[in-house]
């Protein structure tokens, strides 16, 4: 490389040596100071390590300490500058003592919340008070009587197991009630990591993870893996913690029909085609839904839908928050049932208050699974873990599933010996898989204010809505199911109706009684409970005919 010579200019040596003479008292006044000032920042603790960054900050990046520099003096400006000025000082109104009292006197607050309806008054005032511990038999506080609780989650009948209740006294004696602290810093004892090995072996997974609350365990699941960009193919009844989750996520959610796994394939080949008419890039795809429908009892088809997972290449999450500790020979759930090995499901997500009556949920899978949540968990962050004694009350229960196969056994045959009941009363519509522990029933005939004007009738066998809109009047439906729940505690069955939170829900499904079985009680219990149930279905709804 040529350089083209610069023609030099002379310079007048007398004025360079005047200018020299003129500066020097300067440059060594300023070399003092800078001098000064080295040696008295070296007296500074701390100061050689800030030296050093400065140094090989600006040897590597010598753009970045200019920046550092303008930072620093915006925070000095920022802290020397006044924040109690008034900007719009001199354009306020100035109003009198009088004016002030007038306009406080005038102004009526709007309320915090929209008063409630008569029904929602009623509502309320139907959900009894428990005396004493929840149980298969439990104390009404209002009248004193002892019911039969077809309400509570209670399958294996582990509510009430006196050996778990002394276990979790032990626990509390020896930890206190818990540490009140998220379980990745202060929150975690032995215990935890004892139930989340007891689940992972029995489920027969790699790992688990536990979380304290129930119903943020799928929520916080789901945004842990689907982000901004990946698809999420979902049924449309699944439970509205599963909703929450997906919301949180902002994936690209497409829906399927509920538990049609044929519509379910078709949208897996309409999403694939889509990304390829668009040219995108592979993202990652999650397939999610529930073992037992909370909604209607329902059981997806697990087989086949693991099938088109691996054919399309989607992960799997399912949610057996039913499921888990009341079906399959040893409650292990969906997966014992049809024989299905736990690790060709992805998450597997489950519900300790559901299936052990104790607290909290879990996620369960491969290591990489569960410790990715550990940090990426919202939940499992944020949230204090259980207390203690509830994660011993956890493990025993899972070692009670494991030596009395017996109870899950109880639970099937009084599933069906209510189901036998139901499904022989007049005016109502069993629905739900003869293995799901809950049973819901609705309403079979179409209420008159809607229905009967349009020809259209609900489908007998699933309580979602057809596509041209619901054919059911809900207020009226939900006060005649309330008759028959307040009917029949008063005869002494505890029962209840499926609540849902209308308005916030992405389907609004047509009203149902929920019946929750259990092991805890006898066959003839059970049945002389469902008699008491059908009586009360006869009686309401005869005193509704013309």
């Known amino acids: 490389m040529s350089f083209t010579p610069v023609p030099s200019i002379p310079l007048n040596a007398p004025d360079m040596a005047a200018s020299n003479a003129t500066l020097e008292p300067v440059l060594t006044w300023l070399t003092l100071m800078f001098a000064q000032l080295e040696h008295t920042f070296y007296k500074v603790p701390g100061s050689a390590v800030i030296a050093r960054y400065v140094r090989s900050s600006h040897q590597n990046d010598p753009g970045r300490t200019v920046l550092e520099l303008i930072l620093i003096a915006f925070a000095v400006r920022t802290l020397m500058q006044s924040r109690s000025r008034d900007k719009s000082e001199g354009k306020l109104i100035k109003f009198s003592e009088k004016e002030i009292d007038e306009l406080v006197d005038e102004w009526t607050p709007e309320p915090l919340s929209v008063p409630l309806t008569e029904w929602e008054q009623r509502d309320l005032a139907s959900v009894p008070v428990i005396a004493g511990p929840n149980g298969p038999k439990p104390k009404i506080l209002s009248t004193g009587k002892t019911v039969v609780n077809l309400a509570s989650y209670n399958f294996a009948g582990l509510a009430g197991n006196e050996h778990i209740k002394e276990r979790a006294i032990e626990t509390l004696r020896k930890y206190g009630l818990g540490s009140c602290g998220p379980p990745g810093f202060y929150g975690t004892v032995d215990v935890h990591l004892e139930l989340e090995r007891d689940i992972a072996d029995f489920l027969g997974t790699e790992s688990a993870i536990l979380y304290s609350q129930g ?44 538990n049609d796994l044929k519509s379910l394939e078709d949208v897996l080949v309409s999403v694939e085609k889509d990304r390829r008419k668009r040219g995108a890039p592979v993202t990652r795809r999650f397939i999610i839904t529930e073992g037992i429908f909370e ?37 292990r759930g969906l997966t014992e049932l049809y024989n299905v090995p736990a690790s060709q499901v992805d998450m597997l997500v489950g519900s300790v208050d559901n299936g052990l009556c104790s607290a909290g949920g879990f996620c369960a899978g491969s290591t990489i699974v569960t410790e990715h949540q550990r940090i990426n968990g919202t939940s499992f962050v944020f949230s204090a873990s259980m207390p203690p004694l509830l994660a011993v009350a956890g493990s025993e229960g899972i070692s009670f599933l494991r030596n009395t196969p017996s109870a899950l056994t109880t639970l099937q045959e009084n599933v069906r010996a209510v189901r036998v009941v139901l499904e022989k009363t007049e005016g109502i519509t069993v629905v739900g898989h003869w293995a799901s522990p809950i049973i819901h029933f609705h309403l079979k005939t179409v209420s008159a204010t809607n229905g009967s004007a349009n020809g259209i009738a609900t489908s007998p066998t699933t309580v979602m809505p057809p596509p041209t809109g619901p054919s059911f009047d809900y207020e009226a439906e939900e006060k005649v199911l309330q008759d028959i729940v307040d009917d029949a505690l008063a005869n002494g069955v505890f029962i209840t109706r499926a609540k849902r939170l209308k308005g916030q829900e992405m389907v609004e499904t047509r009203p149902t009684v929920r019946i929750a079985v259990t092991a805890a009680l006898t066959k003839k219990e059970i049945e002389k409970a469902a008699g008491v149930v059908k009586a009360s279905v006869t009686k309401v709804l005869g005193k509704r005919k013309p």
């Open 215 to 258: 119903f943020v365990t799928i929520s916080s699941v789901i945004p842990a893996f689907c982000k901004r960009g990946d698809i999420i193919v979902a049924d449309r009844a699944v439970n509205f913690a599963i909703q929450k989750g997906i919301q949180i996520s902002r994936s690209t959610v497409r829906w399927y029909d509920h």
């Open 295 to 331: 909604r209607d009892g329902e059981i997806v088809d697990l087989p086949k839908l693991i099938e088109l997972k691996h054919k399309y290449k989607y992960r799997l999450i399912l949610d057996e928050s039913i499921s888990f500790g009341s079906v399959g020979r040893t409650g």
